[in-house]
């Protein structure tokens, strides 16, 4: 079964521009979440998708984006990039459930590491 | 709010040699998930252990355990007979049980250094 896949796994843009990521859950998960981890914050929550749908959603502004398709995969995006853009960013799955509440495990990808120059 | 805190930043620990990493949480719910999670240098988060609170026993996953005292809102990992390839960067993590969804609140982290 394959795991967690997030592309790109480097990429470098410039300040003012903007980023999308990729996510693409484990076959049959059907909940997306994302996280941010800079060495300076660690990680902080920034949204989770469940069937389309977006469920939760953390203190980040509205620079920050995603969506969720049908089948599941799920991007996100960062315009008007900063400095302090520069991180890995974490994509998790899991099976969820349609009622809200779950206790299935989290499956990471490697991450998708930007640099902002 | 929940807030997850682990204390110690650096940890090290002698190959078959036993370490303790600590984790300390805060919540006002009582229906919620612990977790730690191990970042090794390739980066993907892998899921070492979980504990349900409302679970008394403390769970156990090969050389893995837990010792949860949910009164004093405690959860540290024991790491018996470690291994060079248990070094890595170790997380603590909540997850509500009441509100919806799979958010995670993260500890800062704990770097386990286990030298040979």
């Known amino acids: 079964k394959a795991g967690v896949t997030q592309t790109p796994r480097y990429l470098i843009k410039t300040r003012g521009q903007q980023v999308t990521l990729s996510c693409s859950p484990i076959s049959g998960h059907r909940s997306v979440s994302w996280y941010q981890q800079t060495p300076g914050q660690g990680l902080q929550f920034l949204f989770e998708y469940f069937s389309e749908t977006q469920r939760n959603k953390g203190n980040f502004p509205g620079r920050f984006s995603g969506r969720q398709f049908s089948n599941s995969r799920s991007e996100m995006n960062v315009s008007t990039l900063e400095l302090g853009d520069s991180a890995l960013y974490l994509c998790?799955?899991?099976?969820?459930?349609?009622?809200?509440?779950?206790?299935?495990?989290?499956?990471f990808g490697e991450g998708s590491r930007l640099t902002v120059l | 709010a929940q807030t997850v805190t682990q204390s110690q930043p650096e940890m090290s620990v002698q190959e078959a040699e036993t370490v303790t990493l600590s984790c300390t949480y805060d919540t006002s719910e009582s229906d919620y998930y612990l977790f730690w999670y191990k970042q090794p240098p390739s980066r993907q988060m892998i899921l070492v252990i979980r504990?349900?609170?409302?679970?008394?026993q403390n769970a156990t996953e090969n050389r893995f355990s837990v010792n949860f005292q949910k009164a004093a809102k405690s959860f540290s990992l024991k790491i018996s007979d470690s291994q060079l390839g248990d070094a890595a960067m170790y997380f603590c993590a909540y997850r509500s049980a009441i509100t919806s969804g799979s958010r995670l609140t993260f500890g800062e982290g704990t770097q386990l250094t286990v030298n040979p």
């Open positions: 504990q349900e609170a409302y679970k008394q």
């Open positions: 998790a799955s899991s099976y969820g459930t349609s009622g809200g509440i779950t206790a299935g495990e989290l499956f």
